[in-house]
């Protein structure tokens, strides 16, 4: 088996601001697992939150690779990812990135599309929310209007600017140019709890579908008391990125989001839904800023999620891979097996 890898920068068709950053370009790195004729893709994207530019990704690939040579098939591996994750605990990004490609070697081996491969619903046209960052209320409302008459149905709105007011308005304002879409909250942890729960129970009147990550992460007992102030569903986010993490949440939540990259990759995703079926809590899909290789990963689980936030691919000003669609709200099940995406212009 080999292990390699490409670096490519990503430039997103406008600057995304949230509450803790703002970011208008970022590095992927594609990693291909080959063994016989068949490649598994997989990709991570740099973050500086996580500590991953791209000699941190390259330093964990090696520590991957040595993982690699203690087997002799693909098929081997997957009963060895959480071996991986623990390896790369300081990486899991990477581990995620790898995860995929060993799922999309083994679909592609067995001829089947990766949700078949991982025992989860046909799923096809799926529908996901689209991101409006921190911007004034003028440019939210345009932006709300230009996607709704795209089709999305969804928005997601980033919050935690330095004025909560500024927050109210821009929800305010994106309420009145999409009167009718579902709208998701999410100000990344931004607030304190007080501030939480005076701008959410004052943001109700707007119809609010949910809201993530409203407190700092680290103390899972402030969310759930946030949760059980406010008349809106709380998702846990930052406070449930890995499956570890789960195990601290208190009842009261409305759902936990779901990021690939975050957790470790499809194999401890599989774990989380089946921790949320198991507590009664909904999924959400999240996801970065990424390309079409990332977010097809993830796009494979969406018949096990309540809402699908995977909308990276559609913020880039040119997607390199094909196949997973998403530009008119709707995410479509890839033809080929595997993954099922592409390079543009590869036949």
Same mark, same amino acid.
């Given at each position: 088996?080999?292990?390699?890898?490409?670096?490519?920068?990503?430039?997103?068709?406008?600057?995304?601001?949230?509450?803790?950053? +703002?970011?208008?370009?970022?590095?992927?790195?594609?990693?291909?697992?080959?063994?016989?004729?068949?490649?598994?893709?997989?990709?991570?994207?740099? +973050?500086?939150?996580?500590?991953?530019?791209?000699?941190?990704?390259?330093?964990?690939?090696?520590?991957?690779?040595?993982?690699?040579?203690?087997?002799?098939?693909?098929?081997?591996?997957?009963?060895?990812?959480?071996?991986?994750?623990?390896?790369?605990?300081?990486?899991?990004?990477?581990?995620?990135?790898?995860? +995929?490609?060993?799922?999309?070697?083994?679909?592609? &081996?067995?001829? =089947?599309?990766?949700?078949?491969?991982?025992? $989860?619903?046909?799923?096809?046209?799926?529908?996901?929310?689209?991101?409006?960052?921190?911007?004034?209320?003028?440019?939210?409302?345009?932006?709300?209007?230009?996607?709704?008459?795209?089709? %999305?149905?969804?928005?997601?709105?980033?919050?935690? #600017?330095?004025?909560?007011?500024?927050?109210?308005?821009?929800?305010?304002?994106?309420?009145?140019?999409?009167?009718?879409?579902?709208?998701?909250?999410?100000?990344?942890?931004?607030?304190?709890?007080?501030?939480?729960?005076?701008?959410? !129970?004052?943001?109700?009147? %707007?119809?609010?579908?949910?809201?993530?990550?409203? =407190?700092?992460?680290?103390?899972?007992?402030?969310?759930?008391? =946030?949760?059980?102030?406010?008349?809106?569903?709380?998702?846990?986010?930052?406070?449930?990125?890995?499956?570890?993490?789960?195990? #601290?949440?208190?009842?009261?939540?409305?759902?936990?989001?779901?990021?690939?990259?975050?957790?470790? /990759?499809?194999?401890?995703?599989?774990? $989380?839904?089946?921790?949320?079926?198991?507590?009664?809590?909904?999924? $959400?899909?999240?996801?970065?800023? +990424?390309?079409?290789?990332?977010?097809?990963?993830?796009?494979?689980?969406?018949?096990?999620?309540?809402?699908?936030?995977?909308? /990276?691919?559609?913020?880039?000003?040119?997607?390199?891979?094909? /196949?997973?669609?998403?530009?008119?709200?709707?995410? !479509?099940?890839?033809?080929?097996?595997?993954?099922?995406? *592409?390079? *543009? /212009? &590869?036949?």
């Amino acid at each position: 088996m080999r292990l390699d890898h490409s670096v490519t920068r990503l430039t997103l068709a406008e600057p995304l601001r949230i509450s803790r950053a +703002s970011m208008s370009e970022r590095d992927a790195v594609w990693v291909t697992m080959s063994h016989g004729d068949i490649r598994g893709l997989g990709e991570v994207v740099t +973050s500086p939150r996580l500590g991953l530019d791209v000699p941190a990704i390259e330093r964990a690939l090696v520590t991957a690779a040595a993982w690699l040579e203690d087997t002799s098939h693909p098929r081997e591996l997957r009963e060895r990812l959480p071996e991986l994750r623990n390896r790369l605990a300081h990486a899991l990004p990477v581990a995620a990135a790898i995860d +995929s490609a060993v799922h999309d070697w083994l679909a592609l &081996e067995a001829g =089947v599309s990766l949700h078949e491969l991982l025992g $989860m619903p046909v799923w096809d046209r799926v529908p996901t929310a689209y991101t409006i960052g921190i911007v004034p209320a003028e440019a939210a409302a345009r932006s709300a209007e230009r996607v709704t008459r795209r089709g %999305f149905t969804t928005l997601k709105v980033k919050l935690g #600017a330095s004025d909560p007011r500024d927050d109210i308005e821009r929800v305010r304002a994106i309420r009145g140019a999409a009167p009718v879409a579902e709208l998701l909250l999410d100000p990344n942890g931004a607030w304190d709890t007080g501030t939480a729960i005076a701008v959410l !129970c004052e943001l109700e009147e %707007f119809d609010i579908a949910a809201v993530e990550q409203p =407190v700092p992460a680290g103390d899972p007992e402030t969310l759930v008391a =946030v949760a059980k102030s406010v008349p809106l569903p709380i998702i846990a986010d930052e406070d449930a990125a890995t499956l570890a993490d789960l195990d #601290a949440l208190p009842e009261g939540l409305g759902g936990i989001n779901i990021k690939l990259a975050e957790c470790g /990759g499809l194999d401890a995703a599989l774990a $989380m839904i089946d921790w949320a079926r198991r507590h009664g809590v909904a999924v $959400m899909l999240g996801c970065q800023v +990424s390309t079409s290789a990332s977010i097809a990963a993830a796009a494979h689980l969406s018949g096990a999620a309540r809402w699908v936030d995977l909308d /990276g691919h559609l913020l880039l000003c040119h997607d390199p891979w094909e /196949g997973l669609g998403g530009i008119d709200s709707r995410l !479509c099940r890839p033809a080929a097996p595997g993954l099922g995406v *592409r390079l *543009r /212009g &590869e036949s």
